[in-house]
């Protein structure tokens, strides 16, 4: 199963609401989501501060930066592995 590492950290509303994004990709979707908090590392700040939430996918290290639509996730997912795993769409 895929795993999409979740650049965030607390107290962030657009990091919330790409949460919401991807819990509903999830639904139909198999994949992980890895949240890492940003807070707790300088390097992390350092390239993410100004630019979450940003996904990135663990096997390819591909990222996906905010803003993005559910459309996106899914166009996102499908790039590397267009498997019906990731082609379905609710």
Do not use: K
């Not at 919401?20 to 300088?42: G, H, K, M, N, Y």
């Not at 939430?53 to 166009?75: K, N, T």
């Amino acid at each position: 199963m895929r795993t999409l590492a979740f650049y965030t950290t607390a107290g962030c509303h657009l990091c919330e609401q790409a949460f919401v994004l991807l819990t509903e990709v999830q639904q139909s979707q198999p994949f992980l989501i890895d949240a890492i908090d940003i807070a707790d590392s300088d390097q992390l700040i350092e390239r993410y501060g100004v630019r979450i939430p940003v996904v990135r996918l663990e096997a390819s290290e591909r990222e996906l930066g905010w803003p993005f639509s559910i459309d996106d996730l899914f166009d996102f997912l499908n790039a590397d592995d267009p498997s019906p795993d990731f082609t379905a769409r609710p």
